[in-house]
C-alpha cells in the first residue's frame, strides 16, 4: 500500500488539498475472508486494510461481492438468511466476527449506507432521533441540536429547516438520501460504509452526494462500493478491484488509486480501469 | 443466532407467545380426545359403527351408539354442497379474472367478502324462514337434507371463489400472452391454459370448501330438521355429526357426553385429512416452482 | 379489459371457417354459463340481505337496542345481549391480541433464525384455522368449563372465541409485517437499533394496516360465532355482573329465538338484521382498508 511519490497529487487532492498519511494506521483490516450464501461462494480469500481517515473505492463487474464484503465489516451479514463467512476482520483492536462483539455497538460505530435511500416512515426528525434516543436520554432541546448540526453537515438544513416535522418519505431521492446519511453522522461513526450511494439518484443529486462523502473524509473513514469509475477516479485515495473468478467474487489487487490508475500490476485492472473489460 | 442480549426479553417473549398458539392446536386435539377416551373405552369403536341406531344414555350398557347415520348425513350434505357450490365459485373466480371489467370484477369480489362475513346462524335463520317454506310447498316437511345441501353451497362458495381466483390469479401472465399470440380463443385460455396452470390451487379450494361444509353447524342445525336416519331422498329430514353435538351436548352426562366427544374426534379427523392432503399440494408446488424457476 | 385478453371479437378478419363458428359458439356458451352462475350468487346474496331488510327495519327501534328481552324475546330488546356480545369480545381480544402479535411476528421476523419453530407454529395454526367452531366449543367446555372450573361463563366463551380467532388475527397480522419493506429492517439494523425497537418503532407502526384488518377479521368471526359458545358461555340473557357470569351472545339469541321460542320470529329478524349490518360494515371497513393499502403500495413500488 505505498504509493510512489513521484506522482502527480490525486484528484481528491487537488480538491480537498489533503490526503491520509501515507503510513496511516488501518481502521479495518481483513484477512482471508470467505463469504459462502448457502451452496454458493459469494467472495474468496480477500484479504484488504481499509487506511484510518482514507476514502477506499470499491469497483468491480456486478455480482463480484462488493457489496457482501461491506456487509461483512458490519456482520450486517447476520441478517442474510444462510449467509456463512470466514476468516478474520479486525476494527481497530476488536474481533469483528467475535461472538462477544456487542453489534449494536460495532454497527453503530461502524455506520452503512445503502443503495437506495431508506429513511423510515416517519418524520426527518425522528429518523435523525430513532438511533439517538436509544442508547441515552435526550431532552427534546439536545435532540434538536444534533439534528441541526447533522443536517447542516449533509447540506439539507436550509432545505428542510421548517420541514422537520414532515414524512422523510416526501423528500426527493437526492434528500433522502442525505438524510440517510445524517442519520448515519448523528452516530458519530468512525467507519462510514457506503453501497453504491449515488446509482439511484440523478446527476445533480449524485455530484451533491459526492461532494458530500469528500468533506465527510474528514472526520470518518469512508468504503464506498461504486459503479462509476470516474466518480472512484474523483474521489477516492484508495482503490479495490474485485474481479468474478470461479462463480465467486475475489479480490485482484488493491492500492493507491493513483498508483492502480496509472500503472495496475494486473492485466485485468487494466483493462477494467481503461474500460475495456467489464 | 440471536446475539443481542437487549433483545433477549423480546426473543424469549416471541417464542413463548409462539409456542402457546401451536399448544392450543395440541391442547383441543388433546382434550377433546381425553373426553372421548371414556366412551372409546367403555362402548368400543365398533359399536358406533355396529349399533342398531343412536339411542345415547349415560351409561354404555343401556345407550345405543350408531354414529353413522349421522357420518352419512355430513357426508351427502357435503357432497351435494361442494358439487353446488365448486362450478359456482370457480365460475365466479373465472368471471374476475377474465370476463368482468375491472370495477365489475372488483363489485364482485366485494360481494364474495360480504357473503363470506355473514354469520351461519343468519344464514340458518334465512334457511329457516325463507327456504323451507319454499321446500315444503314441494316436498313435505321442508326441513331436509337439500335445505342443508343448498344453504351449506351458499356459504362455501366465498370459500371457493376466494382461493380459486387467488390461484388463477397466479398464473403468470405471460402464458395469458404466449397463448392469445398464438390466436386461441378465450375458452380455450381458460380451459387449456388457465385451469390446467392453477389446477393444484381450484383443488384446494374445492377441498377447503368441503371442510368448512364438514365443520358448520348452525345454519345446518337449523335448516336440516335433526332427524337421526340415514337419508332415503334429498327431502328427508336429517342429523350431521356437528348438529349431533349442538343439540345433545346440553344435557349429556357421562357416557353420553363422552360419546359426544367421540364425534368431535371423527370431525377433527375429518377435517385434519382435509388439511392435510392440501397441504401436500402446496408442497408439491413448491418443488415444482424450485425445480423450473 | 379482464387480464391477458387480447379483445377480438367482431372485428377478426379472417374468414368464418365452421371451426371458428363453432369456437364463437363455446365462447358465447361459456360466457353465458359463467354469468349465469356469478347471477346465481349476487341473487342469493340480496335475496338474503333484502329479506333481512324488508321485514326487519320494521322492527328495529331504539327502544330494540337499550331494553331487556320480555317473555322470552318475543317482546322487548337486546340490550344485556349486546353487553354480553362486547364482554365476550373484549376477552376474546384481550388474550388473541397481544398473543397473535407476538406469534405474528416470530413468524415474520425470526423465520430465519427459528426455522423449526415457526414451521412448527404455522403448520399448527393452518390445521386449526380448519378446526369446526363446534368442536372449538367441545374444547372449550371441557377445558375452560370444566377442567379450569370457570363454568358456563364469558369468561370461558371469550377464550374459546381467542383460541378460535388466533389463526386468522396471526395471519393478517404476518402478512402486513412481511408487506413492510427489508429496506426498513437493514436500515434499523444499519444504526445498531435494537430489534425490539426497530419493531415497536418502525414495524408495528408500518404494518398497521395489516394489523387493523386482522383485528377487524377477527371481531367479525368471533363476533359471528355461535357453536363455540353454546356450551361455553351459556345462555342466560341477563346484564353480566362478573366475568364468570353467563351471558348470551347475539348469535346465539337469534338462534335461541328462532329454534326455541314460538312466536319469536320477528325478533330474531330484528335481531339478525343487527348483527348483520354489525358484520357487513366490519367487513366493508377490512376490505377497503386493505384495498386502499394495497393500491397505496403499489404506488410506492
Known amino acids: 500500500m505505498t504509493a510512489p511519490s513521484k506522482l502527480a497529487p490525486s484528484v481528491r487532492e487537488e480538491r480537498t488539498g489533503r490526503a491520509p498519511l501515507l503510513d496511516a494506521p488501518a481502521a479495518i483490516r481483513v484477512e482471508s475472508l470467505n463469504v459462502r450464501y448457502g451452496q454458493k461462494a459469494a467472495l474468496r480469500d480477500v484479504s484488504l486494510t481499509l487506511r484510518e481517515g482514507a476514502i477506499t473505492a470499491m469497483v468491480g463487474p456486478s455480482g463480484c461481492g462488493k457489496s457482501s464484503f461491506l456487509a461483512t465489516l458490519n456482520r450486517l451479514s447476520d441478517l442474510i438468511p444462510g449467509c456463512r463467512v470466514d476468516g478474520s476482520i479486525r476494527f481497530r483492536d476488536r474481533d469483528v466476527r467475535a461472538r462477544e462483539t456487542d453489534v449494536l455497538d460495532l454497527r453503530r460505530r461502524v455506520g452503512m449506507i445503502f443503495q437506495k435511500p431508506n429513511p423510515f416512515p416517519m418524520s426527518v426528525r425522528q429518523n435523525i432521533a430513532l438511533a439517538l434516543s436509544e442508547r441515552r436520554r435526550l431532552s427534546r432541546s439536545e435532540i434538536d441540536e444534533i439534528v441541526e448540526h447533522v443536517l447542516q453537515r449533509v447540506g439539507l438544513w436550509d432545505e428542510l429547516r421548517g420541514r422537520l416535522d414532515a414524512s422523510a418519505l416526501a423528500l426527493s431521492g437526492g434528500q433522502q438520501q442525505r438524510l440517510c446519511i445524517a442519520r448515519a453522522l448523528a452516530l458519530e461513526p468512525e467507519v462510514l460504509l457506503m453501497d453504491e450511494p449515488c446509482s439511484a439518484l440523478d446527476p445533480l443529486a449524485s455530484a451533491t452526494v459526492e461532494d458530500l462523502i469528500l468533506e465527510l473524509s474528514e472526520a470518518c473513514t469512508v468504503v464506498v462500493v461504486t459503479h462509476n469509475l470516474a466518480q472512484a477516479r474523483r474521489i477516492s485515495d484508495d482503490l479495490a478491484f474485485f474481479w468474478v473468478r470461479d462463480d465467486a467474487g475475489v479480490l485482484i489487487e488493491s492500492g493507491s488509486t493513483r498508483a492502480l490508475f496509472r500503472a495496475p500490476r494486473h492485466e485485468l485492472t487494466r483493462d477494467y480501469l481503461s474500460g475495456i473489460r467489464g | 443466532m440471536f446475539q443481542w442480549s437487549k433483545d433477549h426479553l423480546l426473543l424469549l417473549w416471541l417464542r413463548l407467545a409462539a409456542s402457546v398458539c401451536a399448544a392450543i392446536l395440541l391442547l383441543v386435539a388433546g382434550f377433546v380426545l381425553l373426553e372421548a377416551f371414556e366412551a372409546l373405552r367403555d362402548i368400543g369403536p365398533v359399536r358406533f359403527a355396529a349399533d342398531a341406531s343412536w339411542h345415547p344414555a349415560s351409561e354404555a350398557d343401556q345407550g345405543l351408539y350408531n354414529l353413522v347415520p349421522m357420518l352419512s348425513a355430513t357426508l351427502f350434505a357435503t357432497l351435494g354442497a361442494v358439487l353446488l357450490a365448486g362450478p359456482l365459485g370457480i365460475a365466479s373466480a373465472l368471471f374476475c379474472q377474465f370476463y368482468a371489467p375491472a370495477w365489475v370484477a372488483q363489485l364482485q369480489r366485494r360481494i364474495i367478502g360480504l357473503l363470506s362475513g355473514i354469520p351461519s346462524v343468519v344464514y340458518g335463520f334465512w334457511g329457516l324462514v325463507v327456504l323451507v317454506p319454499l321446500i315444503r310447498l314441494q316436498a313435505p316437511p321442508g326441513p331436509s337434507l337439500l335445505a342443508g345441501i343448498l344453504i351449506l353451497a351458499i356459504m362455501i362458495v366465498p370459500t371457493v371463489a376466494l382461493i380459486a381466483e387467488s390461484s388463477l390469479a397466479a398464473v403468470p401472465e405471460a402464458y395469458l400472452l404466449g397463448a392469445n399470440a398464438l390466436g386461441i380463443s378465450r375458452v380455450g385460455i381458460i380451459f387449456r391454459v388457465a385451469i390446467p396452470a392453477a389446477r393444484s390451487g381450484l383443488l384446494t379450494a374445492v377441498i377447503l370448501g368441503a371442510g368448512r361444509a364438514i365443520g358448520e353447524t348452525m345454519a345446518i342445525l337449523m335448516v336440516c330438521g335433526n332427524v337421526v336416519a340415514v337419508p332415503e331422498s334429498v327431502f328427508a329430514p336429517v342429523r350431521t355429526l356437528t348438529a349431533n353435538i349442538a343439540l345433545e351436548m346440553a344435557y349429556a352426562m357421562g357416557d353420553h357426553r363422552s360419546a359426544l366427544f367421540v364425534t368431535g374426534v371423527v370431525l377433527l379427523v375429518m377435517v385434519v385429512g382435509l388439511v392435510a392432503v392440501t397441504a401436500s399440494f402446496a408442497t408439491e408446488t413448491t418443488h415444482a416452482e424450485s425445480t423450473h424457476g | ?301
Open chain 3, 1 to 301: 379489459m379482464a387480464r391477458g385478453m387480447v379483445q377480438t371479437s367482431g372485428v377478426s378478419p379472417m374468414t368464418r371457417q365452421p371451426r371458428q363458428r363453432h369456437a364463437r359458439w363455446l365462447d358465447g356458451t361459456v360466457r353465458a354459463v359463467v354469468g349465469l352462475c356469478v347471477a346465481a350468487v349476487v341473487g342469493v346474496f340480496c335475496w338474503i340481505v333484502g329479506d333481512l331488510l324488508l321485514v326487519g327495519v320494521p322492527e328495529l327501534s331504539w327502544g330494540f337496542l337499550v331494553e331487556a328481552p320480555i317473555d322470552s324475546g318475543r317482546s322487548g330488546g337486546i340490550a344485556p345481549i349486546l353487553v354480553s356480545t362486547l364482554a365476550i369480545l373484549a376477552v376474546c381480544l384481550g388474550v388473541s391480541l397481544p398473543l397473535g402479535t407476538s406469534a405474528a411476528l416470530l413468524l415474520s421476523e425470526l423465520a430465519a433464525t427459528d426455522v423449526r419453530l415457526v414451521r412448527v407454529v404455522r403448520r399448527s395454526l393452518d390445521v386449526l384455522a380448519g378446526v369446526p367452531s363446534i368442536v372449538f366449543g367441545l374444547f372449550g367446555n371441557a377445558f375452560f368449563c370444566v377442567a379450569l372450573g370457570l363454568g358456563f361463563s364469558i369468561l370461558s366463551g371469550g377464550l374459546t372465541l381467542a383460541c378460535m380467532v388466533l389463526p386468522i388475527l396471526i395471519r393478517a397480522t404476518e402478512e402486513g409485517l412481511r408487506s413492510v419493506p427489508s429496506d426498513y429492517r437493514h436500515a434499523a439494523a444499519a444504526l445498531g437499533i435494537t430489534r425490539t425497537r426497530t419493531i415497536w418503532k418502525v414495524l408495528l407502526p408500518a404494518a398497521l394496516p395489516g394489523l387493523v384488518v386482522g383485528l377487524v377479521l377477527g371481531i367479525g368471526r368471533a363476533v359471528a360465532e355461535t357453536a363455540a359458545l353454546i356450551f361455553t358461555s351459556g345462555y342466560v340473557a341477563r346484564i353480566p355482573t362478573s366475568l364468570l357470569d353467563s351471558g348470551r351472545s347475539l348469535s346465539l339469541h337469534i338462534y335461541d329465538l328462532s329454534m326455541n321460542v314460538a312466536g319469536g320470529e320477528p325478533k330474531a329478524y330484528a335481531s339478525a338484521l343487527v348483527l348483520l349490518m354489525l358484520l357487513l360494515g366490519l367487513i366493508s371497513m377490512a376490505l377497503s382498508i386493505s384495498d386502499r393499502w394495497l393500491s397505496r403500495r403499489m404506488v410506492h413500488t
